[in-house]
């Protein structure tokens, strides 16, 4: 996921790692993006709902 999120912001700064938030990583894909943790079933339905939150 983080190559798809780096497409989409090349500026940004991207961490991949554990937020101690367990539980919700074993059952769907999440990102955490400016504050807000978002989630769904699949990488590109996460990547989806991430992108609006997305500063250019």
């Known amino acids: 996921m983080v190559p798809k ?3 989409m912001a090349p500026d ?3 961490k991949a790692g554990c937020k101690s ?3 919700p990583c074993g059952k769907r894909a999440f990102v955490f993006i400016n504050g807000r943790y978002i989630s769904a079933l699949t990488e590109e339905e ?3 709902k991430a992108a609006p ?3 250019n």
Do not use: S
């Open 5 to 7: 999120l780096q497409k």
């Open 12 to 14: 940004a700064e991207i």
């Open 21 to 23: 938030y367990c539980g």
């Open 46 to 48: 996460v990547i989806a």
């Open 53 to 55: 939150f997305i500063k």
